[in-house]
Structure formats: structure tokens, C-alpha cells
């Protein structure tokens, strides 16, 4: 599966931003689909994963109640929709598929990895 993230940018403390995710793929729609940023200087952490169909969803803490992940498996896009954006949640966003049969948090469940977008919320 290659994965192409698009919509990263520069944004003010407050603000909102969309991230869009397409997947080129031979199988279909990947089971999981999922969104990993990696802050300045630190690991690459969880942000949210969606299965296919949506009906399954897994945000992280961080994130919860501010990010919203929706995809149209007819289309094979991921979005990830960031509201009330804080500094804190700028970095480098990866969109992530795998065919876990769980919506996972983890790293190691993914295989499949896009190029990165980078998101930076000024103060």
C-alpha cells in the first residue's frame, strides 16, 4: 500500500487544520488506517486509527474531543480533521495502514507508512 499525505501547514494556537490521507492499493481498502505525528525531537507517537467501514475508532488522549478521523473507503482517504490546534500538537503527521483485525495504537501493527506532512501551530 503507498499512502500520500496532503494539507499540512502553518496554522495560529486556536486554529484548525485537515490533513487528507490517499492510499493506492491492489486489495482494497486497508483494515486499519491510522494517524502518527512525530513532535520536534521526540518519538513518533499514536493520534488516532479508524477501521474500515468506521465503525471502530481509537483517539488518543491527547487528541480526544479536538480531532476527528473519518475515511471513504470508496475512495481510499483518510482525513484527519484538527480543531482547537495547540502548539504541542505540532510535528510531522504519518498516515499509517495495516490489516490488524483490532484498531491498534501500536507502532508495530502498521506496515505501511506515507512521507509525512509537516503541522505547525505557532503560539
Known amino acids: 500500500v503507498q499512502l500520500v499525505e496532503s494539507g499540512g501547514g502553518l496554522v495560529q494556537a486556536g486554529g484548525s487544520l485537515s490533513l487528507s490521507c490517499v492510499a493506492s492499493t491492489t486489495t482494497g481498502s486497508p483494515y486499519v488506517m491510522a494517524w502518527f505525528r512525530q513532535p520536534p525531537g521526540k518519538e513518533r507517537e499514536f493520534v488516532g486509527a479508524?477501521?474500515?467501514?468506521?465503525?471502530?475508532?481509537k483517539y488518543s488522549p491527547s487528541v480526544k474531543g479536538r480531532f476527528t478521523i473519518t475515511r471513504d473507503d470508496s475512495k481510499s482517504v483518510l482525513h484527519l480533521q484538527m480543531n482547537s490546534l495547540k502548539p504541542d500538537d505540532s510535528g510531522v503527521y504519518y498516515c499509517?495502514?495495516?490489516?490488524?483485525?483490532?484498531?491498534?495504537?501500536?507502532?508495530?501493527?502498521?506496515?505501511?507508512w506515507g512521507q509525512g506532512t509537516q503541522v505547525t501551530v505557532s503560539s
Open positions: 479508524v477501521s474500515r467501514g468506521g465503525f471502530s475508532q
Open positions: 499509517a495502514a495495516g490489516d490488524s483485525s483490532i484498531v491498534t495504537a501500536a507502532l508495530q501493527d502498521y506496515d505501511s
